[in-house]
């Protein structure tokens, strides 16, 4: 039996405005065949074990022609496959869509339509630019830049396109500028006609500007600007300067290297990507099981005997609980033991568990949770900390010379990852990256591990370097580096925040 063919809308770039139901095609498809325009993190939505093809081309560099594509959808569906063929913006909007579900449907092969928001209105929504205004514009004209080659004849009627005067959009066009120019003056549009080119619309690389018919051309090849770009053309385009409220985002436009786990990047990059920075993964640390469960094993057989359960990160919250569960347990396990998490994002991932905690130190580090839990009497009480294999000895050192007990079970440890850095290197010495952060003292170490450690300072003398706080940053320095950014609360938000009034200050200078 055959399967059933998605035709998903992508979105223009920015995946937060993929729809609903394109999410759920996404995450139900066997096969995803996506092009160059639809973003690859969609994938990341994408159930275990998908079968995923790109066959998406750059230019004129096309890895696979439209006749093959039709050919490979067919294929799928025809082995009872749930396909989604993802595609930039709209299926429908010069996607060449259409020729796609004509071939379904001469195949037999059943499909759905699922809309995306369209680059044609996003990219100037996102550069400030409303297509159409009660005083400036009634009517927008949607235009392809590249029809059709083997045409013999345009189907653009120049002509007809003055007569209006509403707002013009043109996609694919960047090659064609010239011509659009030139026909637009040819046709009675004024050379002082204002025109904006957009490009990479809605991404946090997103980059335009603003001219006029006669100085545009002359202005895109200063910028060294390059496709995808979208031209908008009409009296809208004067809205810009007072309505660009996507590229003047604190962090707009700064690529920001995040260096944690990878499974922990997720939350980072999302309030970077708020704040309009372009996050660039390079994970220095990976968490994975202890060599063995039998400390912790050992723990959680004897949980109602501590006084106190200490968390001290996220990582050791998942750890310590998955293997809670994967015993047959459950959190009712811990009734009677106080819960401490060092800062509020380990305390969320605890109360996510429906499990309340009891202290959180208002300073987010040991000597905090020392502080906290001093003045509640260590003397007597048993704790049970579970960490990392590897961490720093002073909360056990100092619960122990106050007179507690403490049990530290090793829920997790850190490895290095196998990620390439030559091509990070290269990146950082073209200047290609503003900021390097670090969330702890291990992504210092193991980002220093990557290259000589001679060549570190060097390498990111043009780099800001940001830490989470003081341990981190002595870390740092170790390296030889110099610490420019640093919040005075030591969370995630607060860092963004933090380097977000570094360049504002730097901007006012």
Known sequence: MAGKVYLVGAGPGDPGLLTLKGLEAIKEA?????DFLANSRLLEHAKAGVETIYVGKKG?????????????IIEKAKKGKTVVRLKGGDPFIFGRGGEEAEELSAAGIAFEIVPGVTSAIAAPAYAGIPLTHRDLSSAVTFITGQ?????ERTNIAWDRLSTGRGTLVFLMGWKSLPLITKKLLENGWPPSTPVALIRWGTMTKQVSCAGTLDNIIGLAKRLDLKPPVITVVGDVVNLRERLNWFESKPLFG?????????????????????????P??????????????????????RLSTYDWAIFTSVNGVKYFFDRLYKLGLDVRELKGVKICAVGPMTAKAVERLGIKVDLTP????????LDALGKRSIKGKKFLLARATKAREIIPDEIKRLGGRIDVVP??????????????????????????????????????AAFKKSELPGLLKDCKVACIGPITAEAARKYGLSVDIMPNDYTIPALTRAMAEYFKRSHDK
């Open 362 to 369: 208002k300073e987010f580090k040991a000597e905090g949770l």
């Open 411 to 448: 829920a997790y440890r850190t490895v290095k990852p196998s990620k390439e850095a030559a091509g990070l290197k290269e990146m950082i010495t073209s200047g290609g990256v503003d900021v390097v952060t670090f969330t702890s003292a291990s992504t210092v170490t193991n980002f220093a």
């Open 254 to 278: 700064k690529r920001i290297l995040v260096t944690r786990a990878l499974e922990q990047a997720g939350d980072f990059t999302r309030v970077l990507e708020k704040e309009g920075a372009e």
């Open 147 to 151: 029809e059709n080659p083997l045409k």
């Open 60 to 72: 004129s560099q096309k890895t696979i022609e439209q006749e093959e594509i039709n050919r490979l």
């Open 30 to 34: 066997d096969c995803i065949i996506y």
């Open 280 to 301: 660039i993964s390079f994970p220095t640390i990976k968490t994975v099981a202890p060599q063995s469960w039998k400390p912790v094993d050992r723990a959680i057989k």
